[in-house]
């Protein structure tokens, strides 16, 4: 198999890889790096579950290669607590129970995350639609919303 | 399962000498939203995927000729990113964002809705009413070509071996100009185009139209562009009489399929709709109204 030399950014650290060339992003990251938070649900970029940032937007991983990899920033939600220390979307979805088997959480995190860089104080219309790429089969999306629509406001907070 | 090379050249004349040399099936990687997904499913084992995405000319929007020279390989976010150009054309930025989830309308390209050919492609409708030219890359060198002379059928365009598409230009806009792309689907996001029309017209001083074209999806086995349409609403003020001929036009064009998205006649039926509530919009925005 032709194997990929490749060096890139994951979370702030240099990170080298050698993968085949036909290896996408998230089997990189759970096979080779065994970063296992991204999930495989669909594999064909319907589902979410595998989102992680790539420099500064939400990807499917599934449907990158890592190859494509090479001189990227790229973010997963390995790096989204700091330490013990949670993110404040990550404590909101515990608050709220926006979640159940957890499955999809890691991509939801990622995608509300994007979301909340780029926009601070989403509507709950821009929240639905942002996050119509990450599929959820237990809360029904309606704790979610909630969760990252509460998460915004006490960012916002935080900064004011 | 064979090796796989994947390149990464940094201009459009490597990437046409790396395709053009290859032995065996060879693939152009741009957003990856419909390759990988068909490397997964084991529809194409490529033995070269040339990555074009390191090619300055193919990921730039560039002013040219007072309007605009649009990589293939610019995004549908980029797209609406772009304040000028998603003002100057924003049936199509509409038309590239209905494209999937965000994650995917970050990745995903027009070069790419193009070249892989589906009849449902949605950016598609909106770049041929558009009136776009796409500029190709090839071993013979450049050369220009109608974008509705790119894909002939389901999977399949009519590039040579070793030609790419590497970028658009949308030509200078007139006065009184406007753009819409509407499609139906059985729900609010997410989904395959059902229908799709894409419109885009140009009023005189006096609401005349001068200049109109009418392109549809999914309702043939590639996007077709329907003259007796365009034709309807030229020389008119885009009146309900003459909105209601050129939806019947659109109707009358149709070649649809029956499949499990929509039959036949419910396509021929809603083309027809959709035309004419694309018109409204295009209409509106000639007029300088939202």
Known sequence: MAKQHVVTTINGNAVEFLCDTRQT???VLRDELHMTGAKEGCGTGDCGACTVNIDGRMTCSCLFLGAEAQGKNINTIEGMAMGDKLHVLQRKFLEHAALQCGICTPGMLMAAKTLLDNNPDPTEEQTRYWLAGNLC???????????VLDAAKELRGAKA | MSEMRYEAPKTAEAAVALLAGASGVAKVLAGGTDLLIQMRGGRVEPELVVDIKGIPEMRTITAENGG???GAAVT???MNEHAAFSKAWPGLTEAAMLIGSYQIKGRATVGGNLCNASPAADSVPALIAAGATATIVGPKGRRDAKVEDIATGPGKNS?????IVVSFLLPARPANSGDAYLRFIPRTEMDIAVVGAGINLTLDGKG???AARVCLGAVAERALLVQPAADALIGTK????????????VSAACRPIDDKR????FRIKVSGVMARRAAAIALNRARGKN
Not at chain 2, 262 to 265: F, N, V
């Open chain 2, 238 to 249: 885009v009146d309900d009489a003459a909105i209601a001929k050129m939806g019947a036009a």
């Open chain 1, 137 to 147: 089969r237990c809360t029904g999306y309606n704790q979610i919303i909630d969760a």
């Open chain 2, 76 to 78: 549908a976010m980029e």
């Open chain 2, 68 to 70: 605009f020279r649009l």
């Open chain 2, 208 to 210: 005349v139209c001068t």
């Open chain 1, 25 to 27: 992003l998230l089997e």
């Open chain 2, 159 to 163: 590039l040579a071996k070793g030609e």
């Open chain 2, 262 to 265: 929509g039959t036949k006649a």
